[in-house]
């Protein structure tokens, strides 16, 4: 992520920008000129329906996938987000909906997947891990994310699914300085983990930090969300304030059915801020 | 927003149950895995072979010139066996170690033939390219593995051809036997305090140097997670593809180490002596309890894995019993060694 044009940081101005954003996979096209936009300290939901594209943007946003066309921008400076390498040195972390866990490695192994820690001195130049410091460092960031956990030692694959998505999002928000993204955080889940992961999404944001969530849960939606955006069809076609819509505006959004923004400034919702700056 | 919240509320309700059932299915487990998880079984499956081989008869079988012979016999395969240890647990398989073997001992004494004389000097280069020439098939299979996406079976049978092709094209398909007599005299038949083989010695530091590579290092970390999951280790930003180069690199160089060692040992490059020694390695992996599936092995177990044929061959012989059975015993053990794997991850995987 080499920043290819500077320009002054704008602070009260989005952190996280997509603009215009397109990509193919054969004939399938996934995003056509998608735009986004995430500020700082903030719960944004992207909301769509099946194959509206929203995890394909969150992947391109991660550096999984990269774009055909359009431009990324962090803190106002444009960027290139060639890998996952490269979303992380912007201070990004994913959730992703498949959690990606190692499953044959124990919770401390994932949590510090391509971040090992290794012993101080001629060992470490080895390449000789520092296991115990690990396991400390993932048992504080459980004990802090309230992600209960009796047996740190046992492969994940053993754990519950609630538990192995406690490790994934205690992973993320360990990492994270600036965004996390979390991809359906709670499909898997049932009522008391879901209302764990929800607090936890609060609580990151409460620490500063910008979080994404991607989900089909409207109640969940409105629950944490401080602003929701709309894809449909590989565009964004909305994005409203949470606190002045209802769900049905959202819904209807998201069919296609209602296709005024929050704002009503355009009733094909393409009056956004970010398109009237271009 | 009332249907959604009812939809939700309904589908906690029938989610809590099943995280009261898990709990139980955790604990019932953990005794499960611990039993089929652990290397414990296979060193227990070794010891009482050997136990009841000692007891038919004792003097011949626990003989400290038997027990020699047995780890002579069993120290090439586990130079193999290790490296192809590395390549089973990112869930690979090569099935060109004793092909490169022949080819990197191929190259290595017709190199030393061509210098001439039987100084430190030309066998430090013999060596030499021992090694390189296993670490040019493994970097090559693991170039074609890693970058082309050619599946690991299919690469490295190619290479397990072309390598013994190779080797028959350089010797014109007579084995060469000018072999320098110090190596011979050394590494070959010599012994480390007038007790321990020196094959021996290298095999067991082999053995130990990449157990604990593989068990206490980051490189070795990074190995299980590719194996375990390939997607979340590129996801976690490990370099995979340069990953599984380099354990496929490892492989082929420990494959030109064991060329040499066994040209130390007899003397001649043994061309048409290797067409087995891949499956030989594979199985020892897979009955010391390393997965094929990836993710799960140690080290440890492959050394236990090695000895079990080993023993059993020897024993065999001994009793006077038709060494063929060895071979049957060896598949046995084998299926066994799978299907101990199969249970572990049932136990493991909960969905």
């Keep these: 992520m080499t920043p290819e044009a500077a320009s002054p940081a704008q602070e009260a101005g989005p952190l996280l ?21 995430v500020r700082p300290a903030e719960v944004v939901a992207l909301v769509g329906d099946n194959g509206a594209g929203k995890s394909t943007l969150v992947k391109i946003l991660s550096g999984i996938h990269h774009a055909d066309a359009g431009e990324i921008r962090f803190a106002g400076e444009r960027v290139t987000v060639a890998s996952p390498d490269a979303a992380r040195e912007l201070g990004i972390e994913t959730v992703y909906q498949d959690l990606a866990l190692a499953p044959d490695l124990d919770p401390a192994a994932n949590l510090y997947l391509g971040r090992e820690l290794v012993r101080s001195g001629p060992l470490g130049w080895l390449g000789v891990l520092d296991k115990k410091g690990m396991r400390r460092g993932t048992e504080e960031a459980f004990a802090t994310l309230g992600v209960g956990l009796q047996n740190t030692a046992a492969p994940t694959a053993t754990l519950s699914g609630g538990q192995r998505q406690g490790v994934a999002v205690s992973r993320a928000v360990t990492w994270a300085s600036r965004v996390v993204f979390m991809d359906e955080p709670t499909a898997a889940l049932g009522v008391v983990q879901t209302r764990k992961v929800l607090d936890l999404i609060r609580r990151v944001r409460d620490s500063g930090l910008s979080v994404v969530l991607i989900s089909h849960n409207m109640p969940e939606v409105f629950e944490v969300a401080d602003r929701i955006q709309v894809l449909r069809l590989g565009e964004r076609v909305a994005s409203f304030r949470a606190a002045d819509v209802s769900m049905e505006d959202v819904v209807g959004a998201m069919t296609g059915a209602l296709r005024a923004d929050g704002n009503g400034r355009d009733r094909f919702g393409r009056g956004t801020r970010e398109d009237e700056e271009r | 927003m009332k249907p959604a919240d009812e939809v939700s509320a309904r589908a906690a309700e029938a989610a809590a149950p099943t995280e009261l059932r898990d709990e139980d299915v955790q604990e019932e487990q953990s005794w499960l895995q611990r039993l089929a998880g652990s290397n414990i ?311």
């Design chain 1, 17 to 37: 920008e997509a603009r215009g954003v397109e990509k193919h996979f054969g004939r399938v096209r996934a995003l056509r000129g998608a735009d986004f936009d």
């Design chain 2, 41 to 351: 079984w296979i060193f227990l499956i070794l010891g009482g072979i050997c136990l009841i081989f000692a007891l038919l008869s004792f003097d011949s079988f626990a003989s400290s010139t038997n027990l020699r012979n047995i780890a002579v016999d069993a120290s090439v395969l586990l130079v193999l066996a290790v490296g192809s240890t590395f390549v089973i647990v990112t869930a690979g398989i090569d099935l060109s170690v004793g092909s490169v073997l022949v080819f990197s001992g191929v190259v290595s004494a017709k190199l030393m033939e061509a210098v001439g004389g039987e100084s430190t000097g030309v066998i430090l280069l013999g060596l030499g390219a021992a090694l390189g020439s296993g670490l040019a098939w493994g970097l090559f299979n693991g170039v074609i593995i890693a970058k082309l996406k050619v599946p690991a079976l299919i690469v490295t049978l190619g290479s397990f051809g072309a390598a013994l092709g190779f080797a028959q094209l350089i010797t014109d398909g007579v084995d060469v036997r000018e072999v320098p007599f110090p190596l011979v005299e050394s590494v070959g038949t010599g012994q480390l305090f007038g007790e321990i083989p020196y094959l021996v010695v290298i095999a067991v530091g082999v053995a130990l140097v990449f157990g604990v590579v593989l068990a206490l290092t980051r490189f070795g970390r990074h190995t299980y997670a590719v194996g375990s999951n390939e997607e979340a280790a590129r996801r976690a930003g490990i370099h995979v593809d340069r990953h599984l180069i380099k354990v496929y690199a490892l492989a082929g160089t420990l494959s030109g180490l064991a060329g040499f060692m066994s040209l130390a040992r007899f003397a001649t490059t043994t061309i048409g002596g290797h067409s087995t020694d891949n499956l030989q390695a594979i199985a020892a992996v897979v009955i010391g309890g390393t997965s094929l599936f990836g993710g799960i092995g140690s080290v440890l177990g492959t050394v236990a894995g090695v000895f079990i044929p080993a023993v059993l061959e020897n024993g065999f012989v001994i009793l006077g019993v038709q060494p063929f059975w060895q071979e049957v015993a060896v598949g046995g053990v084998l299926i066994l060694a799978v299907y101990l794997d199969q249970l572990r991850r049932r136990a493991r995987y909960r969905e």
